[in-house]
């Protein structure tokens, strides 16, 4: 049978196992071109760079925008600490520059 610290140490690097996947995943999307699309566009969805406002008079619709965006933001949060330069790319990919803007 078991014993409780040969349990624990199987929760434990079980979750050292998934911590190391998530970190991998999250690398491996920023790392390409269309990856870096697919997490822009959630970024969107979730309004955390849409620019939009999150204030809505329906006091259900606006818990909602705010659950939005709270995940938007730790998504957010997560790149911007595991692979900061991609973070930055993936902005300057999805966002005009000043000097691209027709006149």
């Not at 079980?14 to 970190?23: D, F, P, T, V, W």
């Not at 939009?52 to 957010?76: N, P, W």
Request: with cysteine; net charge negative.
């Amino acid at each position: 049978m078991f014993d409780t610290d040969e349990i624990l140490q199987q929760r434990e690097d079980q979750a050292r196992l998934l911590k190391r996947q998530r970190i991998d995943d999250v690398r491996q999307q920023m790392g390409s071109l269309s990856g870096r699309r697919f997490v822009w566009s959630l970024l969107v969805a979730t309004r955390f760079e849409a620019r939009s406002t999150l204030f809505d008079t329906h006091g259900g619709r606006q818990s909602y925008l705010l659950g939005a965006y709270e995940v938007g933001r730790a998504l957010s949060e997560e790149i911007r600490t595991l692979c900061p330069e991609q973070y930055l790319l993936m902005v300057q990919e999805n966002t005009k520059q000043p000097d691209e803007v027709p006149e």
